[in-house]
């Protein structure tokens, strides 16, 4: 054999050993993985140093798959929006019940998800991300208007119910970047009890009076 010949063309290396595309489908739970990883990483790293790269290496699949299941960066935010947003979309819990205690539901609902250390660790990922970058700010509008206040309001016996369902979510995420983003005092450490008493009438005003 000539020196320096070979049996072939040499092997391609692959670099930090990501796993084959077939294995990546293969895995039942792949999109499962990816959305956990891609939630860790805008948390972690915030909208602009996460890469559809590092959500692949998190998650362990190739960045190719990452894009078959979602597409681009902006909509793999979206997913993971809609994911740490879920329990939110649980409307019936708001709009279900006497017309004259919607206020108070809406903002023991919401407090609540905010004080659970569960949901609140995403949201405030996603909320810190919507507060730098336009293009998450893009995300996240999109998916309240649609996905939330749409279906508040069209459950609303008031006028300009849209127009409404707006200043109800304006005045809670208000509180929300307060109270757990800010941290301002007192609200950062108020009684979450206070702080539904206080919000509630104004809430109720916004989509129960006529």
């Not at 000539?2 to 999109?31: C, E, K, N, V, Y």
């Not at 991300?129 to 649609?146: C, I, K, N």
């Amino acid at each position: 054999m000539t020196p320096g010949a070979t049996d072939g063309p040499a092997p391609r290396r692959r670099g930090r050993g990501r796993p084959s595309r077939t294995a990546d489908i293969a895995g039942p739970d792949a999109r499962t993985r990816i959305l956990q990883a891609a939630r860790t990483e805008f948390a972690e790293r915030g909208y602009d140093r996460t890469s559809i790269r590092g959500v692949a290496k998190a998650a362990g699949v190739d960045p190719a798959l990452v894009h078959h299941y979602f597409g681009t960066k902006d909509e793999v935010f979206a997913a993971a929006v809609e994911v740490s947003f879920e329990p939110a979309l649980v409307v019936s819990e708001i709009l279900d019940g006497p017309s004259d205690a919607m206020g108070e539901r809406l903002a023991r609902f919401f407090i609540g998800v905010w004080e659970n250390p569960v949901t609140r660790a995403p949201l405030l990922a996603i909320l810190r991300s919507a507060l730098t970058h336009e293009a998450a700010a893009a995300v996240l509008r999109g998916f309240v208007l649609s996905r939330l206040l749409e279906r508040v309001a069209a459950e609303l016996e008031v006028p300009d119910p849209t127009f409404r369902a707006e200043l109800a979510a304006s005045h809670m995420l208000g509180v929300a970047i307060l109270r757990y983003v800010v941290q301002a005092e007192p609200l950062a450490s108020v009684d979450p009890e206070r702080i539904i008493a206080m919000v509630a009438p104004t809430l109720q005003r916004y989509l129960g009076d006529a």
